[in-house]
């Protein structure tokens, strides 16, 4: 695989505990370089406000990374890997319908909306509105999740594979959660926030019940008569 464009080739590292170190203190950049993204913005995120916030040189942030561009690369797959698919707690598809829907809204809200980093990823998504090559990995990436949702969404809610409107939905529900995650800078949004996840719950249960073939009524049994 090519490295992305905006990146620099990294230098080819021995294994022992250099190489442990190396990967230490790249993942101390990358967390510094999150918590800084999550309490300001992109614009503030500069390599040399992440190297002070760490402790180090701008020199070793550019050792490591090469650039901000290449740091905020890895800060969104770093963010990606804590947040993405495969760290949701899907409901078992063998739960009861409602419950399926209301625990994946919740499920998936707890470990990629709620927390912080969720607005860490969003100040680079902003931020790198004015940085083509950086905007095209990033769009990228959010596809490549989004596309997972999709699969997933639809393994723990099969009801769903009988429209043509699934990925719309599943889409409409994840633009739900962004908006909620967004409100959060504004503050803790109370009361409002719990209703709303509930309502987006039952928004997929509505669309799974009627997109679900209606079930075949038992026969009734005729009476028995007597010769």
Known sequence: MRPPPCSTPRPTRSQGPRAEQADATRAHLI?????????????GATVFEVAKAAGLTPGAVQHHFGSKAV???EVIDAILRDSGPDGVAWPAADLPLAARCDGLVQALW??????PRFLAAWAV??????????????AQKRQAVTRTLIDRFLAVLPELQ??????ALVQLVLSGLRGLGMVRLFGDPGPAE???????GRLL???CQCAAPPAT????PRPHRKP
């Open 125 to 138: 998504y902003f931020g790198s509105a004015a940085e083509p090559e950086l905007r095209l990995q990033v």
């Open 162 to 167: 009988a429209t043509t409107e699934a990925p």
């Open 217 to 220: 009524p038992a026969p009734v």
């Open 31 to 43: 967390g510094t370089a999150i918590d800084l993204l999550g309490a300001g913005s992109y614009q």
């Open 194 to 200: 719990a209703a709303q996840l509930q309502l987006l």
């Open 110 to 115: 707890q470990r990629a909306y709620a927390p």
């Open 205 to 207: 249960l509505s669309h």
């Open 71 to 73: 740091l905020m690369v």
